[in-house]
Nanobody, 123 residues
Framework: QVQLVESGGGLVQAGGSLRLSCAAS????????MGWFRQSPGKEREFVVS????????NSAGSVKGRFSISRDNAKSTVYLQMNNLKPEDTAVYYC????????????????WGQGTQVTVSS
C-alpha cells in the first residue's frame, strides 16, 4: 500500500521559513512526479508546486514563485517543500501527492495523497 507522510508543519511568523517533508513508502518513488497542494478552510485544494521524477523539471503556482521551492531525494524517497518569506495567506493544510504524469497543476492527475500537515503563518 502506497503511503505518503508529511511532516514539518507548524506555526511561524510572517516572513519566516519552514521546510516540509513528505516520506514515501511502498512505491517506486523515483519513477513518479511528486507535487504539493494546499487547502485552507472554505477553499478548494490548490496546486503549489510539483517536480518531475528525475527532479529536472519543476512547476510552481504564481502565488509562491520566488518564495517556495521543491526538491527531492530519490535515495530517501522523500520530497521537500522549502517555504521562505511566508505570508498569512499561506496558512493551510499542505498535502503531498504522487502523479504518473509530467509535473502539472491538475490535481486530478495525482492518485495518492498524504494526510497533510498544518502550516499557520501569523501576522
Amino acid at each position: 500500500q502506497v503511503q505518503l507522510v508529511e511532516s514539518g508543519g507548524g506555526l511561524v511568523q510572517a516572513g519566516g521559513s519552514l521546510r516540509l517533508s513528505c516520506a514515501a513508502s511502498n512505491l517506486a518513488f523515483s519513477s513518479y512526479t511528486m507535487g504539493w497542494f494546499r487547502q485552507s478552510p472554505g477553499k478548494e485544494r490548490e496546486f503549489v508546486v510539483s517536480i518531475s521524477a528525475s527532479g529536472d523539471i519543476t512547476n510552481s503556482a504564481g502565488s509562491v514563485k520566488g518564495r517556495f521551492s521543491i526538491s527531492r531525494d530519490n535515495a530517501k524517497s522523500t520530497v521537500y517543500l522549502q517555504m521562505n518569506n511566508l505570508k498569512p495567506e499561506d496558512t493551510a493544510v499542505y498535502y503531498c501527492a504522487r502523479s504518473n504524469y509530467v509535473p502539472s497543476p491538475n490535481r486530478n492527475l495525482y492518485d495518492y495523497w498524504g494526510q497533510g500537515t498544518q502550516v499557520t503563518v501569523s501576522s
